[in-house]
């Protein structure tokens, strides 16, 4: 089966957000996701991103979300895929899973 191939945006900060203190940090996270994103749907592509809010890309889509992340004072990491936030502050995978399989992407 064909899918789209998505993009997972993990945005975060070095820094804890102050109701995030004993949870890893924004990037643990991101490569947590990643390393369980790449074991449950084994040799299927997608790209996974880390951005930095306080140090976005110049890329203005991830620039703008960045800087909301900050105005609205969303618990990070953030998750994104496609657009739709999937998780935030203690992101779960059985969320992100679900959120790839709608999209196509078949458990390995």
């Not at 064909?2 to 945006?9: D, K, L, N, R």
């Not at 947590?32 to 790449?38: H, L, P, R, S």
């Amino acid at each position: 089966m064909t899918h789209q191939e998505v993009e997972i945006i993990v945005y975060g900060a070095e820094q804890l957000c102050p109701s995030c203190v004993n949870l890893p940090s924004s990037k643990e996270t991101f490569e947590w996701i990643e390393a369980a994103v790449k074991r449950k749907f084994a040799n299927q592509l997608f790209t996974i991103t880390y951005v930095d809010i306080h140090n976005p890309p110049e890329n203005s889509a991830k620039k703008e979300f960045a800087e909301a992340v900050i105005e609205e004072d969303m618990f990070y990491p953030v998750v994104v895929i496609e657009g739709k936030i999937v998780g935030e502050g203690n992101p779960r995978l059985k969320t992100i899973f679900a959120e790839m399989e709608s999209y196509g992407y078949i458990v390995s």
